[in-house]
T-cell receptor, first 113, second 116 residues
Framework: AQSVAQPEDQVNVAEGNPLTVKCTYS??????LFWYVQYPNRGLQFLLK??????LVKGSYGFEAEFNKSQTSFHLKKPSALVSDSALYFC???????????FGTGTRLLVSP | DTGVSQDPRHKITKRGQNVTFRCDPI?????LYWYRQTLGQGPEFLTY????????KSRLLSDRFSAERPKGSFSTLEIQRTEQGDSAMYLC??????????????FGEGSRLTVL
């Protein structure tokens, strides 16, 4: 069965510092990988996706993610964090031929001034 | 606003009552999903529609839950005889299938259900 793991419940980083939010996946086929962000009492907003091609994908709000097939990881990164980046981040996976996204449990990002 | 809209945003009900949520997807999107999210968890898949056809239902969708998309546009999710364990955020998402679409979902703001 396909699954994703987000090993950190929370990540704390100071504003201006680089941030990384970790995600690993387990699938039997070729994965489509996604990152979403959720602000309090709001729905999920799409940030970026990996389908194929370049392992480094760029998305909204300066975020990027690196696909690593050998480590089955898809970590979310940003070179310089903003206080406004504080939110809940979800990694999700879909494999070819399946029609739904499977989400991780989420990582809360707290960026301090 | 051309995003996914959900109604109501908040619903408080007593145990045993029925509730219904509505979702209006992005107009050209032919696929619609329902997810449930509880505190501290990621969204869990409930069901999805391709146009008006319900193509998959999760085991989470007990007999008390029913979803429809009668004309392939808006969808409703009804919960009968609500239980306290039904308290959650119910998220609707839509996408368009075909062409170069790669399956990212566009979510609504969610409908939060509290069962007392």
């Amino acid at each position: 069965a396909q699954s994703v793991a987000q090993p950190e419940d929370q990540v704390n980083v100071a504003e201006g510092n680089p941030l990384t939010v970790k995600c690993t996946y387990s699938v039997s086929g070729n994965p489509y990988l996604f990152w979403y962000v959720q602000y309090p009492n709001r729905g999920l907003q799409f940030l970026l996706k990996y389908i194929t091609g370049d392992n480094l994908v760029k998305g909204s709000y300066g975020f990027e993610a690196e696909f690593n097939k050998s480590q089955t990881s898809f970590h979310l990164k940003k070179p310089s964090a903003l206080v406004s980046d504080s939110a809940l981040y979800f990694c999700a996976v879909r494999i070819t031929g399946f029609q739904k996204l499977v989400f991780g449990t989420g990582t809360r990002l707290l960026v301090s001034p | 606003d051309t995003g996914v809209s959900q109604d109501p945003r908040h619903k408080i009900t007593k145990r045993g009552q029925n509730v219904t949520f509505r979702c209006d997807p992005i107009s050209e999107h032919n696929r619609l999903y329902w997810y449930r999210q509880t505190l501290g968890q990621g969204p869990e898949f409930l069901t999805y529609f391709q146009n008006e056809a319900q193509l998959e239902k999760s085991r989470l969708l007990s007999d008390r839950f029913s979803a429809e998309r009668p004309k392939g546009s808006f969808s409703t999710l009804e919960i009968q005889r609500t239980e306290q364990g039904d308290s959650a955020m119910y998220l609707c998402a839509s996408t368009v299938v075909g062409g170069h679409n790669t399956g990212e979902l566009f979510f609504g703001e969610g409908s939060r259900l509290t069962v007392l």
